[in-house]
Structures are given as structure tokens and as C-alpha cells.
């Protein structure tokens, strides 16, 4: 438990040093670290697939392309800040009411003992694979008609066509 | 359920057809695809089956929604002219075959039994949005566009799905009917079972999440941008099947999982129907651009749609659908008029979609001109045209519905119609009154045909609604 | 085959090394190497010739493509594992779903393919 405390204490800072860092390629790399993070509370959690996955797909391929996209982007110029001060307090006021009211929900939430149907090992990749295959068939194969729209898109957009600037 | 396959399938054909065949086949191909999948879906009539271990449901209600999304999405294919001749930077294979992708996930939306099942079917549909909304690529507005609608699209579907692990963690289901048994069991007055918060938490993160895809008020925002930055024809797709799927998912999720906790979501609802009512509506009169107007005429439909989900009456299913197809197809014949003309008359390179494009052009169009007319008047509620009993039918149910908040509602909403006559009649007074050069334009076979369609359907529904109300 | 957290860790104690292997090395090498500066020395090393500009230019969108390729193949793989450790139980149900899987993604890659997006030259 006390692990816990310090894992979710370090995934909070981290998160936020991701949203308050000056430097982009620093949020990204305080990003992979929630990430990392995250992945501890899956162990913590017993769903080791899960920690796996996180740490492949997540930390591994998803910031690569973070970080494409980044030094696709010139970043350098310091562009001042177009938010005005009204825009930025009633994002801090929405925020802060929708803490508030989730701080009161989990404070007066009852979790009891559940319903006792999930067990130790439940996150276990043998019994995820048997719900996936088993139980969650049709959105396991449609699951493959999103990927293949993404591929679609992602080809369609990004293919230079003739004319386009290209170096 | 078939139709979802079969529009997978044809969305795969359609593309690999682009390498062999030119663009005419293939809107013909396309039509026909959806024509099929219309037929499948209409093959589960009077069948209440559960598909694959209860992920999706198909029963009467389902069928009648997925057949307007795949009528309407038939309608939009015919209107799409191949999209051009531009065999350089348009791609048709690749817009019909997302576009039928993005059809199966609206069906998924409107079938759905398991909440994930609304995940994926939703994450198609937007993602297929998103694309589309981008699919112009030389036009920095298109561009701009599809970046925010991607972002607060994203965000959206990131809050519902945390509402989606919220009410799971409550109820411990993903089945809608599921969840409802779980939270039928609440007590009266409010009292909370165990985990009863979290459900609300819930409950309200994935209202959010829906709420921004069918752009009720305070989520509206991206909504003006992207329908207009958007190529016309997806911006008619997004109008239509996107608004139908997200209304249908939302209607789904509350009449079968949270009656109980009406007074939950009843009351928000109530406010963010108001505010939706009125934004929308002012909003529109003081557009200059008729695409943007019909934006906020979106939004403002958004609000109709809502009120039916609030009346809660056993005569909903019929009014809501009712509502959207009339809605659907003048939309359609709308964008089409808007489509033709303003490409025919480009300002600055681009097509121009002021309402003064639309000066004179009953004088060499009178066809044209009578479509846009009948759509506009279905559009603000005139008797004789479809949409005039579709708020007919909302009305009635709103009033029939004896809780007192409902009738603030009314009086918003029929005040908001008055206003809604005086923008739509903007672009008829443009047709009919302005002067302007309008060359005649030549329309193609299918074009006609499908405009033709249009507009005798909603002349049809406006005389004789019962002829599809009892179908419903 | 009762696995609990405990179990893992090992991986922390070997990440633990890991990390601690490079801190050490790092350090060792600020402490041990001589340091002289110059100019020429203090350059950023681009083979022996001057540097030129930044290394922050724009990059080809082929290289994001081929990433965002990689990126959905990646996930698709991920869908493999569960399966694998399950493929006698799942029996030819689990692996006729599989086929459907797959070959949806193949046509998906062959389409990728013919676009010829992985031509580099093009």
C-alpha cells in the first residue's frame, strides 16, 4: 500500500511536469515516464499484459511519432501566448468544479467488498485471452475495420501529391 | 447486423475497385453497396435477435434508425458527383470507401448492446470523420478543420470512455440492459446503492462525451468551424449520419440503461436542451455564410432531437425517428442546392457559399431554386413539408409530458422555431427576390434523381406522415 | 501459474541495475576522462565538418507515415499474444477469428503497397 502511495505521488508529478515543461521534447520524455508509471500500476494491479502492452505500444511507438511529430513542427519561435485571462479562469473554474465534484464522489463512494466475481488473477494474459477470443469476438474483428480506416486516412493525407512542396 | 459485415466488406471492395475501375463505376458500385446493406438490414424486420454473446441487439427500433443513416447515406453518395475530375487530388475510391466504413460504425452505434460496442462503432465513425473533414488538402480551412475537430473529438471520446469505465466500475456490466437492472434497483428518492456515486460520475462523463458528437450547446463549438472548413459533401454526411447515430446512441443508452435515474440526467438535460435551442437558432441569424448557417441550424436540430429524449413518452420512437429523416433528407437537398451552386460561381478560387451566391437563381434554376425552397421550409417547420409534423410530433410529446420543466421547454422551443423561419427564409428571399447572374446549370442524371427524391419525400411526409409515422 | 505482483520484482531489481549502470558510467567518465576547452573542441562533432544550421529542421512526412504504419501493425501485433497463449483452448474457432483478423490487415497492407507509400524514391 505504501508503495502505492509513492507510485501514484510520482505519477502525478510526472504528469504534471509533462503539462508544465518549457521544453516539448522534455514533455514527451516526462510523458514515456508516466507512462512507465502507469505501467507500475498495472503490476500492482496483477494485469501484466496490460503493464506490457502499455510499455510497447504507449511509451515505445506512440512517442515516436510524439516526437515526429515535434521535429515536424518549428517549435523554436516563442509564440506569446494567445489565451486571454477570462478564457484561462473559466478553464481553471471548470476544472477545479469538476475536481471538486470527484473528490466528493470518491469520497462518498462505497466500494464495499464488490461483487467478489473478480478474482487475483483475472488480469492474468490466459484469462484476458479467453474473454477477448470467447466473449468479445465482434469487437475484436471490427476493432480491424478502425485500424483499417487509419490506414486508409493515414495514407490518403499523408501521401505527397504531385505539386507539393517535398525535401 | 449483416449490413455492418456487408459494409465492411464493400468498404474494403470499393477501395481495391479504385485501382481498376474510374471514378463513374465506382459511385455506381458504392450506391449499389449501400443499397444491399439497406436490404440486409431491413431482411431482421420484426426479429429481435442478440448478436455474439449480446454485443449487439437488432430490434425494429435499431433497424429503422440504421435504415435512415443508410438512406441517408445513399442519398450523399448519389449527390457526391464522383467528387470531381480532379484525378490528382481527389481520391474517390478512398472517401467512398470510408464513407462506407464510417456507415458501418453508425449502424454500430444505433445496435449497440455492449458499451463497447458504442466505443468502437463510435471511434470509426469519428475517425472517418476526421479524415474526411481533411480530405482538402490544398485548403488551410479543411486543414484547420480537421486538426480541431480531431482534437476535441479525441477528448470527447477520452471523456466518455472514462464515463463508460466509471459506470462499469458502479454496475459491474457493459450491457446496456445490464447496467439498467443494476440501476433500476436504486431506491426512490435518490438513494444511492453501492457505487451509486460513481454511476452518476459516470453517467454525466458519458452524456459529455455523446452530447459533443451530436454538438448540443455548451459543446458545440467545433461545430461551425468544421462543418465549414469541411468539403460540402462531408459536411452533409456529417450533418446527417453523424447526427442520427449520435442521437440514436444517446436515446438508446438512456430509455434502456438509466430510466430510473431520471431526474439525474432529466434536469441537465433540460438546461443544455434550452441553451441549445437558443444558440443555435440566434446564432443563425446573424451568419453571412449559408454553409455556416446550416451549421447552426445543426445545432439547432440537435436541440429538437433532445426534447423527444427527454418527453419519455411511448410515442418517442416514432416522433425522434420521424424527426431525423425529415431533418436528414432536407439537409441533404440543402447541401446539394448549396454544393452546385457555389462551386458553379467560385470567388477567389473557392466556391463561394454567401448567400449572395444564391442571388437570382430561380430565373435560370428554377428547379434548383424549388428544391432549396421546399428543403428551407421543411428545415424551419412550414405545414405541407416533412419537417413541419416532425415538430409537430415533438411538440405533442413534449406536451403530453405532465412535468413542469417541460413546458419552459416548449414555449424555448417554439419561440426558437419563429426564429428559426426568419433565417431560412434568408436564402429563399435570395432566390426568389434578389437579382443575380446564374448561368443554367447542368445537372447530372443521378444528381436530379436524387434531388427529385428528396425533395417529393419530404413534400410526401408533410401531407401524409402517417405513412411512415406507423411504420415507426 | 498464480502470479502476484511480488513476482515482478526481479524486473525492478534489473531496471534498477540498468539504471544504475548508466548513472555510474556517466558520472565515471565525467570524473576519469580530462577535460580541455576550446572552441573547436566545445563544437557540436558533425564528422570533422563545420555544422551547419540546426538539427531541429523539418523532417519528410515519409518518415511519420512509415511511423504511423509501424505504429497500427504494433497494435495488431499486441492482439497476437493473448492468443498465442491461449491457441490450444481456443482451438480452429480462435484461429479461423484470427485468419478474419489478419487478412483484413493484409488487404490493408497490400493497399498500402499498391499506393506505393513505402517507395522511398516515389
Request: some cysteine.
Amino acid at each position: 500500500m505504501n508503495f502505492w502511495y509513492f507510485l501514484t505521488a510520482l505519477t502525478l508529478l510526472s504528469a504534471l511536469m509533462v503539462v508544465f515543461a518549457k521544453n516539448p521534447i522534455h514533455s514527451v520524455l516526462y510523458l514515456v515516464f508516466t507512462f512507465f508509471c502507469i505501467s507500475g500500476h498495472y503490476v500492482l494491479l496483477n494485469a501484466q499484459f496490460l503493464m506490457a502492452v502499455n510499455i510497447i505500444v504507449y511509451a515505445g511507438a506512440i512517442m515516436v511519432l510524439f516526437l515526429f511529430v515535434i521535429m515536424m513542427l518549428d517549435l523554436r519561435k516563442n509564440v506569446p501566448e494567445s489565451k486571454s485571462n477570462l478564457t484561462k479562469l473559466a478553464g481553471a473554474v471548470l476544472g477545479g468544479t469538476l475536481l471538486v465534484v470527484f473528490i466528493a464522489a470518491t469520497r462518498h463512494m462505497n466500494l464495499g467488498n464488490g461483487s467478489g466475481a473478480i478474482g487475483a488473477q483475472t488480469g492474468m494474459v490466459e484469462s484476458l485471452g479467453m474473454i477477448l477470443y470467447k466473449d468479445y469476438l465482434l469487437p475484436f474483428e471490427l476493432v480491424s475495420v478502425l485500424f483499417f480506416v487509419a490506414m486508409v486516412g493515414a495514407v490518403m493525407l499523408g501521401k505527397r501529391e504531385a505539386g507539393e512542396r517535398n525535401f | 447486423m449483416n449490413a455492418i459485415i456487408a459494409l465492411s466488406l464493400s468498404g474494403i471492395a470499393s477501395l481495391f475497385l479504385g485501382f481498376s475501375t474510374n471514378r463513374k463505376n465506382l459511385l455506381i458500385t458504392t450506391l449499389l453497396f449501400v443499397l444491399v446493406a439497406l436490404g440486409l438490414n431491413l431482411a431482421d424486420w420484426n426479429h429481435e435477435y442478440f448478436w455474439f454473446n449480446n454485443m449487439l441487439k437488432t430490434d425494429n427500433l435499431s433497424i429503422n434508425f440504421s435504415s435512415v443513416i443508410l438512406l441517408s447515406t445513399a442519398l450523399v453518395v448519389a449527390i457526391s458527383r464522383s467528387f470531381g475530375d480532379d484525378e490528382e487530388h481527389t481520391h474517390p475510391a478512398e472517401y467512398y470507401a470510408i464513407m462506407l466504413f464510417a456507415a458501418a460504425g453508425a449502424l454500430m452505434m444505433v445496435t449497440y448492446e455492449n458499451m463497447i460496442m458504442l466505443f468502437v462503432g463510435l471511434e470509426i465513425l469519428s475517425v472517418s470523420m476526421y479524415i474526411l473533414t481533411g480530405s482538402d488538402k490544398r485548403n488551410l480551412r479543411s486543414n484547420e478543420a480537421a486538426l480541431k475537430y480531431f482534437l476535441m473529438g479525441a477528448f470527447a471520446t477520452g471523456i466518455l470512455l472514462f464515463g463508460v469505465a466509471l459506470v462499469y466500475g458502479a454496475t459491474g456490466s457493459f450491457n446496456i440492459h445490464g447496467i439498467g437492472e443494476v440501476v433500476s434497483r436504486t431506491k426512490k428518492g435518490m438513494e444511492l446503492f453501492e457505487g451509486g456515486v460513481i454511476l452518476y460520475a459516470g453517467i454525466i462523463l458519458i452524456f459529455i462525451g455523446l452530447l459533443f458528437k451530436v454538438s448540443a450547446a455548451p459543446f458545440h463549438f467545433w461545430t461551425p468551424d468544421v462543418y465549414e472548413g469541411a468539403p460540402t459533401i462531408f459536411t452533409t454526411f456529417m450533418s446527417t449520419v453523424v447526427k442520427t447515430a449520435g442521437v440514436a446512441a444517446m436515446y438508446r443508452l438512456l430509455s434502456i440503461s438509466f430510466p430510473a435515474v431520471y431526474g439525474l440526467w432529466g434536469n441537465p438535460l433540460v438546461w443544455i436542451t434550452c441553451l441549445t435551442l437558443i444558440v443555435g437558432n440566434i446564432t443563425a441569424v446573424y451568419q453571412q455564410s449559408f454553409k455556416r448557417m446550416l451549421a447552426y441550424s445543426s445545432i439547432s436540430h440537435a436541440g429538437y432531437l433532445l426534447i423527444t429524449i427527454l418527453a419519455k413518452t411511448p410515442n418517442t420512437n416514432g416522433s425522434i425517428l420521424f424527426y431525423s429523416l425529415a431533418y436528414s433528407i432536407a439537409t441533404i437537398s440543402a447541401f446539394a442546392v448549396l454544393m452546385i451552386v457555389s462551386e458553379n460561381k467560385p470567388k477567389d478560387g473557392k466556391p463561394d457559399e454567401s448567400f449572395e451566391a444564391l442571388n437570382g437563381l430561380s430565373v435560370n434554376n428554377p428547379f434548383l431554386a424549388f428544391v432549396l425552397t421546399v428543403s428551407m421550409l421543411s428545415l424551419a417547420g412550414i405545414p405541407l413539408t416533412a419537417g413541419f409534423f416532425g415538430k409537430f410530433f415533438i411538440f405533442t410529446d413534449a406536451f403530453s409530458n405532465v412535468s413542469p420543466l417541460f413546458k419552459n421547454i416548449l414555449v424555448v422551443a417554439i419561440l426558437m422555431s419563429a426564429v428559426g423561419v426568419y433565417y431560412y427564409f434568408k436564402p429563399i428571399i435570395a432566390v426568389y427576390m434578389k437579382k443575380g447572374e446564374i448561368a443554367e446549370i447542368q445537372l447530372p442524371l443521378i444528381y436530379k434523381i436524387t434531388l427529385i427524391i428528396t425533395t417529393a419525400l419530404t413534400i410526401i411526409l408533410g401531407i401524409a406522415p402517417d405513412l411512415v409515422k406507423n411504420m415507426f | 501459474m498464480n502470479y502476484q505482483p511480488s513476482d515482478y520484482l526481479p524486473i525492478i531489481v534489473q531496471l534498477g541495475a540498468a539504471l544504475a549502470f548508466i548513472v555510474l558510467t556517466m558520472v565515471a567518465t565525467h570524473w576519469l576522462g580530462p577535460k580541455r576547452h576550446s572552441s573547436k573542441k566545445d563544437d557540436v562533432f558533425e564528422c570533422g565538418i563545420e555544422s551547419i544550421g540546426d538539427a531541429r529542421t523539418p523532417i519528410s512526412v515519409k518518415y511519420f507515415l512509415v511511423a504511423i504504419l509501424f505504429v497500427l501493425f504494433d497494435v495488431e501485433i499486441v492482439f497476437m499474444y493473448p492468443w498465442a497463449v491461449n491457441f490450444k483452448e481456443l482451438a480452429w474457432d480462435g484461429f479461423v477469428e484470427m485468419v478474419v483478423f489478419m487478412s483484413f490487415l493484409l488487404l490493408g497492407f497490400i493497399y498500402v503497397i499498391k499506393k506505393g507509400v513505402l517507395k522511398w524514391e516515389k
